[in-house]
């Protein structure tokens, strides 16, 4: 039997390989997946089941990516409580928002491939996004070469084959890459990353507005969600779009790509950025 150092965002786990008449012990390497609880001032607000790694650009991704705040100065990270039930993260935000928040209060009991659970309305489920403003171009060259870094930049994925992931591409800058065994969670992740060093809202805008993102799974209307409230005008999904995402992009002003693979892509929504 081999043995595996655990390692951030992995953990381990035995199996019985079987491979034609042959069966043989041994230990694999798995992502982890645990509950997340987000509080805000002391109250607990979502559960999310999400990989325990990048925990400050979570609870600011998330934050920022479900609007309940409007800026990444107003969210103040406070603590992260572990314990054998899961990880809790603790925030605070501005009384006023508080008392938003506590008035469209959600309680999620997030799965990881489910971004809207325990919504109770369907005027909740489908809320206005904002609109995105930007002039950027972007190639299809660019594009390719993105979604080219966010497969690089995929490490749990390469040693599990069970992550998502979601990345930021802007010119003559690393690509920002986050993984999460919930593709939600890894936009949220990617948003937290940009938004720590860009403390006011317009700081944190002209930036993303200038780039693009570029995620693993397929395009839903929940990312497309996430992407309008971080000022992302560009989205890029290696898998398809659903009817949904591509209204909320029109609505939004987002350009919509989907199935962008090798070179190869399709454009769906303000078509003229892709230039």
């Known amino acids: 039997m081999s043995s595996i150092e655990p390692s951030r965002g992995l953990s381990t786990a035995h199996t019985q390989r079987i491979r034609e008449d042959r069966r043989e012990e041994d230990l694999d390497r798995v992502i982890e997946e645990t509950p997340i609880a987000l509080v805000y001032n002391g109250v607990p607000f979502a559960v999310m089941m999400a990989t325990p790694c990048d925990l400050q650009d979570f609870a600011l991704g998330f934050a920022l990516a479900e609007g309940i705040v409007e800026s990444p100065s107003e969210f103040e990270w406070v603590d992260v409580l572990r314990s054998d039930r899961g990880v809790t993260l603790q925030g605070l935000i501005p009384a006023a928002r508080f008392k938003a928040l506590q008035t469209r209060r959600r309680s999620l009991a997030g799965r990881s491939g489910c971004g809207l659970c325990g919504v109770e309305a369907l005027e909740d489920a489908v809320r206005p996004l904002p609109r995105v403003q930007s002039a950027t171009r972007i ?71 200038t780039g693009f993102a570029a995620i693993t799974s397929r395009a839903s209307w929940e990312m497309l969600h996430k992407a309008a409230h971080a000022g992302i005008a560009v989205v890029t999904a290696i898998s398809a779009p659903t009817s949904l995402a591509i209204e909320a992009a029109d609505a939004a002003g987002i350009t919509l790509v989907a199935f962008a693979r090798d070179e190869s892509m399709n454009v769906y929504t303000h078509t003229e950025r892709v230039t």
């Open 139 to 209: 190639s299809p060259d660019a594009i390719a070469a993105g979604v080219r870094a966010l497969a690089r930049g995929q490490s749990l994925n390469s040693v599990t084959g069970g992550a998502h992931a979601a990345a930021f591409i802007a010119s003559g800058e690393p690509a920002i890459v986050r993984e999460d065994v919930g593709r939600h969670n890894a936009l949220d992740k990617v948003i937290g990353a940009l938004a720590s060093t860009r403390q006011s809202r317009d700081a944190l805008f002209a930036h993303t507005s």
